[in-house]
């Protein structure tokens, strides 16, 4: 299939200060680890349910980011540029890793770069983890014809806006999808995981001593709706989904 004109997905990037609890707070909830390269000169880890990666940085990188990988990206920059995209950081040269940085109309950061920097564990099937299964990646907005029409020519397909359990529009690509959420209580961008069962998964999160919080859309019952927040700050919305 044609490659898209942003890449092929490879992970959420976040600054983790200590890479060492948010392993073991991912490993709980049944993410693995993925074997890394060692392309950033920090520390550096991913873990991954095989739907998902989170890139867990030891440097202050800034914001969390998307980044994907773009092949040939010295070539494909202009080509970028053409469809609107006003690159904020370019580091390309024949001794550096290659890679480029954008911010979306959202304010969200998104990374390009030339190479993977892991290898993901040879997974048959996504993994079941305590959360569920990823669905999406989403963004809070209050502009969201703006954001949709950045995101189209860059490979996303917009879907029609839903209005249950709260206003939201996803935008899917063939390795990650991303959705806009029109929400006061969503103010971070967020990990969405869904489940039938979320309920029973929730009482087996709390019991294991896991805080789960109820800081989301008041739309959402707490009984069977929550959110986890990892020790970086990453924040991931547990939802029940119909069955």
């Not at 024949?94 to 990374?111: C, E, I, K, M």
């Amino acid at each position: 299939m044609p490659e898209a004109p942003i890449g092929r997905f490879l992970e959420i990037s976040v600054y983790a200060p200590n890479i060492r609890e948010s392993l073991a707070f991912y490993e709980a909830l049944g993410f693995e680890q993925a074997l890394v390269g060692e392309t950033w000169p920090y520390p550096y880890a991913v873990v991954t349910d095989g739907r998902v990666c989170i890139g867990l940085h030891g440097a202050q990188i800034g914001p969390m980011r998307l980044t994907f990988v773009l092949p040939n990206l010295r070539v494909q920059l202009e080509r970028l540029e053409s469809l609107g995209i006003v690159f904020e950081e370019v580091h390309i040269a024949t001794d550096v890793f290659n890679r480029a940085l954008f911010v979306d109309p959202t304010g969200h950061h998104v990374q390009l770069v030339e190479a993977r920097t892991f290898s993901p564990p040879p997974f048959e099937h996504p993994r079941d983890t305590l959360c569920g299964y990823f669905s999406e990646y989403g963004i809070p907005t209050r502009d969201l014809a703006a954001a949709c029409a950045f995101w189209e020519p860059l490979g996303f397909v917009v879907m029609e806006e839903q209005r249950e359990p709260f206003p939201r529009t996803e935008l899917i690509n063939d390795y990650f999808n991303l959705a806009f959420y029109r929400s006061r209580s969503v103010r971070r961008p967020v990990l969405t995981f869904q489940s039938e069962d979320m309920h029973e998964r929730l009482t087996r999160l709390r019991e294991r001593g896991l805080h789960v919080s109820d800081d989301m859309p008041d739309t959402l019952d707490e009984s069977t709706n929550g959110v986890l927040i990892a020790p970086e700050g990453t924040q991931l919305l547990l939802l029940q989904s119909p069955p």
